[in-house]
C-alpha cells in the first residue's frame, strides 16, 4: 500500500510542477532565445528610460533658462533695481545655461536615433 501511494504522489507532482520540468527539457535554442529576448527588453526599457529623462531634463532647463528673464523679484508691479542687476552673472549664466541645452539636445537626438536603429521603434517625447 505505502509503494502505491508514492506512486500516485509521483505523478499527481509531475502534473504540478510541469513548468518546471518543462523548462529542464528545453533545448539551448530556446534557452538562447528566452535569454536574448530578457536581455532586449531590459534593454530597451532602460534606453527609453533613459532618453525620457534627457527630455525632462531638456525641459526642466529651458524652463530655468526662461525664468531669468523675469525680473521682478517679489510680484508682477515690482522690478529688480538697476543697481543690484548683475549683468555679467546674468550673461555668464544665460550662456553657461544655453550650452547645456545645446548638449542636452544633442545627447537626446542621438539618443532617439540610437534607439530606433537597435529597437525598431521610436520614443515619444514627454
Same mark, same amino acid.
Given at each position: 500500500?505505502?509503494?502505491?501511494?508514492?506512486?500516485? %504522489?509521483?505523478?499527481?507532482?509531475?502534473?504540478t +510542477?510541469?513548468?518546471?520540468?518543462?523548462?529542464?527539457?528545453?533545448?539551448?535554442?530556446?534557452?538562447?532565445?528566452?535569454?536574448?529576448?530578457?536581455?532586449?527588453?531590459?534593454? @530597451?526599457?532602460?534606453?527609453?528610460?533613459?532618453t525620457? %529623462?534627457?527630455a525632462?531634463?531638456?525641459?526642466?532647463?529651458?524652463?530655468? @533658462?526662461?525664468?531669468?528673464?523675469?525680473?521682478s523679484?517679489? =510680484?508682477? +508691479?515690482?522690478l529688480?533695481?538697476?543697481? =543690484?542687476?548683475?549683468?555679467?552673472?546674468?550673461?555668464?549664466? %544665460?550662456?553657461?545655461?544655453?550650452?547645456?541645452?545645446? +548638449?542636452?539636445?544633442?545627447?537626446?537626438?542621438?539618443?532617439?536615433?540610437?534607439?530606433t536603429?537597435?529597437? #525598431? #521603434?521610436?520614443?515619444n517625447?514627454?
Open positions: 500500500m505505502p509503494l502505491t501511494l508514492l506512486k500516485t %504522489d509521483i505523478m499527481e507532482d509531475k502534473v +510542477n510541469a513548468a518546471f520540468l518543462e523548462s529542464l527539457k528545453r533545448n539551448n535554442e530556446k534557452i538562447r532565445d528566452d535569454r536574448a529576448s530578457a536581455i532586449a527588453e531590459d534593454a @530597451q526599457l532602460m534606453y527609453k528610460r533613459e525620457e %529623462d534627457l525632462l531634463s531638456l525641459k526642466r532647463l529651458v524652463r530655468e @533658462q526662461e525664468n531669468m528673464l523675469d525680473m523679484p517679489t =510680484d508682477a +508691479n515690482s529688480v533695481l538697476a543697481s =543690484d542687476f548683475d549683468a555679467k552673472d546674468y550673461v555668464s549664466k %544665460d550662456l553657461e545655461m544655453s550650452v547645456k541645452i545645446r +548638449n542636452l539636445e544633442i545627447k537626446l537626438e542621438l539618443a532617439k536615433k540610437r534607439y536603429h537597435l529597437f #525598431g #521603434g521610436t520614443i517625447e514627454i
